[in-house]
T-cell receptor, first 114, second 113 residues
Framework: DVKVTQSSRYLVKRTGEKVFLECVQD?????MFWYRQDPGLGLRLIYF???????EKGDIPEGYSVSREKKERFSLILESASTNQTSMYLC?????????????FGEGSRLTVL | GDSVTQMEGPVTLSEEAFLTINCTYT??????LFWYVQYPGEGLQLLLK?????DKGSNKGFEATYRKETTSFHLEKGSVQVSDSAVYFC????????????FGTGTSLTVIP
């Protein structure tokens, strides 16, 4: 079975803290994505990566950065967490099949910033 | 720009009722269309997809037909079960223009016995 694993299901952090969200996939997928999910807003793309050390901004990159040092791992970093970053964060991966590739999601990381 | 609009929820149905969740899209190219489902406490998973006009995607009793003339991809099921309670997302991707999916805002479905 394909698997995308997010390291933390629930996190509580304080304003100004640095936050790392880790995601690992075991499918040898080229593409990896970070989304945030908020009620009424659906999924919004933060960053994606189509290769090691490559990254592209999504729709809402402000306040976030990413790191992809190895093909299987894609990390989302909040340099200085703020309360408006309280959300559910979803990692996903896909093969490089332009336009038709299925996304495989992790179970999500629910972050609360106090 | 490219986007997906789906009916707002929440939707509450009795078991064995007929389900329709509407989805329409705007796309600059010729998209592939998807329905994803998110069960409580889980990530999203692919429910069905269609990659060209008039294709019908189907899985677990759910169906959706790619209608280019109405730019729609409505999700249907003839008889829902309690286990179908979840959030359903319509999505599209434009082939050969990158790997970005565009998701609708999601429709929450609750099926009561």
């Amino acid at each position: 079975d394909v698997k995308v694993t997010q390291s933390s299901r629930y996190l509580v952090k304080r304003t100004g803290e640095k936050v790392f969200l880790e995601c690992v996939q075991d499918m040898d997928h080229e593409n990896m994505f970070w989304y945030r999910q908020d009620p009424g807003l659906g999924l919004r793309l933060i960053y994606f990566s189509y290769d090691v050390k490559m990254k592209e901004k999504g729709d809402i990159p402000e306040g976030y950065s990413v790191s992809r040092e190895k093909k299987e791992r894609f990390s989302l970093i909040l340099e200085s967490a703020s309360t408006n970053q309280t959300s559910m964060y979803l990692c996903a991966s896909s093969v490089y099949t332009p336009g038709t590739g299925e996304l495989f999601f992790g179970e999500g990381s629910r972050l609360t910033v106090l | 720009g490219d986007s997906v609009t789906q009916m707002e929820g929440p939707v509450t149905l009795s078991e064995e009722a007929f389900l329709t969740i509407n989805c329409t899209y705007t796309a600059t190219g010729y998209p592939s269309l998807f329905w994803y489902v998110q069960y409580p406490g889980e990530g999203l998973q692919l429910l069905l997809k269609a990659t060209k006009a008039d294709d019908k995607g189907s899985n677990k009793g759910f169906e959706a037909t790619y209608r280019k003339e109405t730019t729609s991809f409505h999700l249907e099921k003839g008889s829902v079960q309690v286990s179908d309670s979840a959030v359903y997302f319509c999505a599209l991707i434009i082939p050969n223009t990158g790997n970005q999916f565009y998701f609708g805002t999601g429709t929450s479905l609750t099926v009561i016995p």
